[in-house]
C-alpha cells in the first residue's frame, strides 16, 4: 500500500507476503508442509486485479499470502492441497467473479446464489455475461 | 415414595418459566422501545442520522419525526445522539401488531418572529 | 449388491434448527460420501457493510450471528480500534470479557440442550436452557437486552455494571454452576449417552489441523489452540488454560464444551474481581485507514475479521471469516463411514450456526 500524504506509515497487516500469481501454489504447499492451519481466502476488488489473502495460523501467529490477480486471470485452486479452501473459493468465485478453476468440490456458480441472483453481486466493476 | 415427591412439589410449585413480557413488569434498565418527546425538539435529525437501521426519519421544513417501530433495533444510539434529551427509551417492551403503522410525531411550527 | 442411495438431511430437519443440507451418499446404512450445500440464508452482510457508517457497522455485525453477537462487535471494535488507533480503557477492556464470556456460558448451555435434543434426551435439553435463562436474566439486567446486547462500541463500551448488579452475576454464576454439576455427569457418564457419542466422528490432531478445524472441534482433538490465548480485550491478564482432550470424537468435543463453561464461570470471577475502576470508553478520533487482521475465540471458535479502510466514513471492504465456515470441511472428513443414525449427533457436534457460515 501507498503511504497517505501525511507520511505517517498505515497500519498493514502484519507478515504478509508478497506473491506472484504463478508462485502461489508453490508457496501454500510450504505452508502445508511447515503444518501450517489453513484459515481463509479474502478477496478485494481493487478495479483492474482482484486482491486475494491467504490467512494462515501457525501456533495463534498469523501469516498471510498476498496474490494481486488480474480480473481475467486463472487461479489455480488449492483445494488439493488444502481441502478446507474448497467452501471459501467457491464463494469467491460466485461473489466477486475470480476465475478460480479446479476445486475440490465444484458447486458452479450456486454456493450461495440461485439462479435469479444478479451475478458477482460484491465485484465493483460489473463483470459482462 | 421418592417420586411422590417430586409430584407433590411439582403440584405446588410456581411454574418454572416467566410469564410473557406483556403480563409481568419489566426489569429495570432494560432496554424497551423508542419514545419521543417532541416539546423540545429542534428537529435536527441527529436521531435519524445515527440510527443504524434507518428506522427514524425527520423531516426537518415540515417538523415531523416518522418512527418506524418494526425497523427500529433497540440499539439506543438515538438516545444518546439526542442532545435536547428529547429521544428515551421506554422500560416496556413492544407489543405484537397486525398493522406496521409508522408512528408520526408532528412538532408546532416554527413561530416567526413577528408572532412571538 | 448393496445400492447407492443419495439422502438429502436437511435443510429442514427436526434435529436441526440450521438450514444446511448434507447429501449423503449412502450404501445400506453407511454414509460414503457427504456434500455439504449453503446458500439458504445467505444476507449479504458483508456487502451491507461497504454502505454503512464505520460506527453504525457495530450493530450490523452483532447481527450476523445471535447467539455470539457481542464477540462479533468486539472482534470489529477491536479492528477499528487499531486501525483509528484508540486505547481502550482497562474498565472496558474487563467489562469486555464479563460480557464475552457471559456470552460464551449461554452459548455453551445451548449447545449442550441441543446436543442432548439430538439423541433424544429431551429432560436434560430442558434442563441445560432452564440453566441458561439464568445468564439471559443477567444480560437483560446488565445490558438491556437479552441476545444482541450492543453494548459494546468502539473505544470501549456502552453500559457500565454496577457493583450489585456485579453481586447479583457472583450470585447466579453459583446457582449456574450448581446446576451445571447436576446436569453435566447426565450428560457424560450416562451409559446410554456415551454409547451414542463415545468413538462417533473422529478427527485426528493431524486431520483437524489439515482441514483447518478451529474451537473445541480443534481443542477435542488434542491441540491446544485457543485464540484467547493471543490476548485481545483482558485475557492477557487473566489465567486460564485451553480445555484439551485428545479422544477427537463427539464425546470428547461434548466435554470441551462442558468443561468450557466452567472455565467461562471462572473467568468472570477473575475479572470482577481484578476489574479496575475509571472511564468505560474513549472517544474515538479521526477515521479508519488501513488495514488489519483480527480474531478472537466464539464460543464455536476463532473469529476472523479483516477490516480495509481506506480513511472515509465507509469501509472499503469488511471481511467475516466465522468458525462454523471453517468447521464445515472437518464435518464433512468425519462423515464417511458412520452409520445414518448417527449423522445427527456428528452434525450437531461441530455446533453449526449456518446464518453465522452464510453471512
Known amino acids: 500500500m501507498s503511504a497517505p500524504p501525511g507520511g505517517a506509515a498505515l497500519p498493514d497487516i502484519e507478515a504478509c507476503e508478497e506473491i506472484e500469481l504463478s508462485a502461489l501454489r508453490a508457496a501454500v504447499q510450504r505452508c502445508r508442509d511447515q503444518r501450517l492451519r489453513f484459515i481463509t481466502i479474502t478477496c478485494m476488488d481493487m478495479g483492474e486485479t482482484f486482491a486475494l489473502y491467504y490467512h494462515f495460523d501457525e501456533k495463534l501467529k498469523m501469516r498471510h499470502l498476498l496474490v494481486h490477480a488480474p480480473r481475467a486471470a486463472e487461479v489455480a485452486s488449492i483445494s488439493d492441497i488444502y481441502f478446507a479452501a474448497f467452501l471459501v473459493e467457491n464463494e469467491v468465485r460466485e461473489l466477486f467473479g475470480v476465475n478460480i478453476t479446479g476445486m475440490a468440490i465444484d458447486y458452479h456458480g450456486h454456493l450461495l446464489l440461485t439462479e435469479d441472483n444478479e451475478p458477482t453481486p460484491m465485484a465493483k466493476v460489473r463483470m459482462e455475461g | ?116 | 449388491m448393496a445400492l447407492k442411495t443419495v439422502i438429502p438431511f436437511g435443510p429442514q430437519h427436526p434435529v436441526l434448527p440450521e438450514p444446511i443440507q448434507l447429501k449423503l451418499v449412502m450404501k445400506d446404512e453407511v454414509v460414503q460420501e457427504a456434500i455439504p450445500h449453503i446458500g439458504y440464508v445467505h444476507r449479504g452482510i458483508e456487502k451491507a457493510a461497504e454502505k454503512m457508517d464505520y460506527v453504525q457497522n457495530v450493530f450490523l455485525v452483532e447481527r450476523i450471528c445471535g447467539i455470539c453477537s457481542f464477540l462479533h462487535a468486539l472482534c470489529y471494535c477491536e479492528a477499528i480500534e487499531k486501525l483509528l488507533p484508540c486505547e481502550v480503557p482497562p474498565r472496558a477492556r474487563y467489562l469486555r470479557v464479563i460480557w464475552g464470556e457471559l456470552h460464551r456460558l449461554q452459548s455453551q448451555h445451548l449447545w449442550l440442550g441441543l446436543f442432548a435434543d439430538a439423541f433424544g434426551y429431551e429432560s436434560l435439553f430442558m434442563e441445560f436452557w432452564r440453566n441458561r435463562e439464568r445468564v439471559m436474566d443477567l444480560f437483560e439486567k446488565t445490558a438491556g437486552s437479552r441476545i444482541i446486547i450492543s453494548t459494546c462500541c468502539i473505544g470501549g463500551v456502552r453500559r457500565d455494571i454496577s457493583d450489585e448488579h456485579l453481586e447479583e452475576i457472583l450470585q447466579t454464576l453459583k446457582e449456574v454452576e450448581r446446576a451445571l454439576d447436576h446436569s453435566i455427569p447426565a450428560l457424560l457418564e450416562d451409559y446410554t449417552v456415551r454409547k451414542r457419542i463415545v468413538g462417533k466422528g473422529v478427527l485426528t490432531a493431524e486431520k483437524a489441523v489439515e482441514l483447518g478445524a478451529v474451537g473445541p472441534v480443534l481443542r477435542a482433538s488434542g491441540i491446544a489452540e485457543d485464540t484467547r490465548m493471543t490476548g485481545y480485550a483482558a485475557y492477557d491478564e487473566l489465567d486460564f488454560k485451553p480445555v484439551v482432550e485428545t479422544a477427537g470424537d463427539c464425546y470428547a468435543r461434548a466435554k470441551v464444551r462442558a468443561l468450557e463453561c466452567y472455565q467461562g464461570i471462572e473467568l468472570i470471577r477473575q475479572a470482577i474481581q481484578r476489574l479496575p475502576d475509571g472511564e468505560i470508553a474513549a472517544r474515538p478520533r479521526g477515521r479508519p485507514n488501513g488495514r488489519v487482521v483480527t480474531r478472537v475465540e466464539q464460543p464455536r471458535g476463532e473469529l476472523l475479521y479483516m477490516v480495509a479502510a481506506n480513511g472515509s466514513q465507509k469501509l472499503e471492504r469488511m471481511r467475516v471469516r466465522t468458525p462454523t465456515f471453517a468447521n464445515v470441511p472437518p464435518l464433512v472428513a468425519m462423515l464417511p463411514g458412520c452409520e445414518f443414525a448417527d449423522v445427527p449427533v456428528i452434525t450437531l457436534s461441530i455446533d453449526p450456526c449456518i446464518s453465522c457460515t452464510e453471512r
Open chain 2, 1 to 116: 415414595m421418592r417420586m411422590l415427591r417430586n409430584v407433590m412439589r411439582n403440584l405446588f410449585s410456581r411454574p418454572s418459566t416467566r410469564l410473557e413480557p406483556q403480563r409481568r413488569a419489566p426489569i429495570p434498565g432494560v432496554r424497551g422501545t423508542v419514545a419521543f418527546e417532541t416539546a423540545d425538539c429542534v428537529y435536527c435529525g441527529a436521531c435519524g442520522l445515527r440510527c443504524p437501521a434507518k428506522a427514524i426519519e425527520v423531516d426537518r421544513p415540515a417538523r415531523t419525526i416518522s418512527f418506524d417501530l418494526f425497523k427500529c433495533v433497540g440499539c439506543a444510539c438515538c438516545v444518546e445522539a439526542c442532545k435536547k434529551g428529547c429521544v428515551q427509551m421506554r422500560e416496556a417492551y413492544a407489543h405484537p401488531s397486525y398493522q406496521k403503522p409508522d408512528i408520526l410525531f408532528q412538532g408546532a411550527p416554527v413561530l416567526k418572529r413577528e408572532e412571538k
